[in-house]
T-cell receptor, first 112, second 113 residues
Framework: NAGVTQTPKFQVLKTGQSMTLQCAQD?????MYWYRQDPGMGLRLIYY???????DKGEVPNGYNVSRLNKREFSLRLESAAPSQTSVYFC???????????FGQGTRLTVV | GENVEQHPSTLSVQEGDSAVIKCTYS??????FPWYKQELGKGPQLIID?????GEKKDQRIAVTLNKTAKHFSLHITETQPEDSAVYFC????????????FGQGTELSVKP
């Protein structure tokens, strides 16, 4: 049982480049999330999708876009990467309110 | 929107001692409060959660208390062991927030043998 799978695990980008972080879950969960983790800042919510076909902004959405491709997949796109987007990115999914969120292993992104 | 504050940011205890981590939340509509443990190089994992209709929940050495009036909740770990060393996160959400799950800043717990 794979759970939540994120690709890639590591990535180095140059300022201004674009990329898409992929996330897939095999637990038939309704809700999916993207967080970034920075030292001393905890896990900050970028975007989330409460159910297939919906997406909403989180705490720090600027500079990012998302696509809920289907119930399994939720991608995060950086259109023009900036050094401030250097971070570890986590995807998570859960069935709904009051249920456990399962996290992927994370993507370590460095923008130079 | 919801804001969750977590303290302390670092905590060092001796093996066998207790550890307490505290969180406050801003949205009185929040009614589900999970705690996650993150080991080095891994994603966070749920260790315990509590809903607003109860004041306390216990699971072996771990307990969580909730004070709805004061809008704060705490994680208590008794008889700490070196394997408890990790980063701990609290979170808050409500059914009305459309699934949004907001985390605190994290506490790095170090248990010294």
């Amino acid at each position: 049982n794979a759970g939540v799978t994120q690709t890639p695990k590591f990535q180095v980008l140059k300022t201004g480049q674009s990329m898409t972080l992929q996330c897939a879950q095999d637990m038939n969960h309704n809700s999916m999330y993207w967080y970034r983790q920075d030292p001393g800042m905890g896990l900050r919510l970028i975007y989330y999708s409460a159910s297939e076909g919906t997406t909403d902004k989180g705490e720090v959405p600027n500079g990012y876009n998302v696509s809920r491709l289907n119930k399994r997949e939720f991608s995060l796109r950086l259109e023009s990467a900036a050094p401030s987007q250097t971070s570890v990115y986590f995807c998570a999914s859960r069935q709904g309110w009051g249920t456990e969120a399962f996290f992927g292993q994370g993507t370590r992104l460095t923008v130079v | 929107g919801e804001n969750v504050e977590q303290h302390p940011s670092t905590l060092s205890v001796q093996e066998g001692d207790s550890a307490v981590i505290k969180c406050t939340y801003s949205d009185s509509a929040s009614n589900y409060f999970p705690w996650y443990k993150q080991e080095l190089g891994k994603g966070p994992q749920l260790i315990i959660d509590i809903r607003s209709n109860v004041g306390e929940k216990k699971d072996q050495r771990i307990a969580v208390t909730l004070n709805k009036t004061a809008k704060h909740f705490s994680l208590h770990i008794t008889e700490t062991q070196p394997e408890d060393s990790a980063v701990y996160f609290c979170a808050a959400t409500s059914y009305n927030q459309g699934g949004k799950l907001i985390f605190g800043q994290g506490t790095e717990l170090s248990v010294k043998p």
